[in-house]
Structure formats: C-alpha cells, structure tokens
C-alpha cells in the first residue's frame, strides 16, 4: 500500500517513517505529526514510545490553549 496514495510520486524518499496522530479528548484527530530519516539507524520502539508521549503532550496542550481561547472570547462577551 502506497503511504501516500495518489501523492506519492511528489514526495521525496524516505529513509524510516513514525507518524502519530494529535487527537482531542473525545478522540476527535485534528491532525497528523510524522517524523523520518532519522540521523543514525532506524526508528526503535523507544522512539516510537517517546513520540507517542510527545503527540499526547501536544494534544493537551493545543487543548488547553483553546479553552483558555473560548474562556476569554466568553468573558470579553
């Protein structure tokens, strides 16, 4: 299966590949962080874990970040 289905031929090569997704509390994926060709050797599952925790970490934070947004939109309201 193509990684990138119709596009793939716009895309340079890589050399590994880890995506993970950034998802809300209910599950709801805003988006998509993927990372490749790293400096030396392949991906481990350590890196994998890492990045699965650094994706949930971003996840919260965006969270946090907008309902501090919605907060203040109500206040100034």
């Known amino acids: 299966m193509e990684k990138f289905g119709k596009e793939s031929s716009h895309h ?3 050399r590994g590949w880890l995506a993970a997704p950034l998802l809300d509390k209910q599950g709801k994926n805003w988006g998509l962080f993927q990372l490749s060709d790293k400096v030396e050797g392949e991906f481990t599952e350590a890196d994998e874990a890492h990045f699965v925790m650094l994706t949930r970490l971003v996840s919260q934070t965006l ?3 907008w309902e501090v947004r919605d907060l ?3 206040q100034a309201e």
Do not use: F, Q, S, V
């Open 12 to 14: 340079p090569p890589m």
């Open 72 to 74: 203040r939109k109500a």
């Open 63 to 65: 969270e946090a970040l």
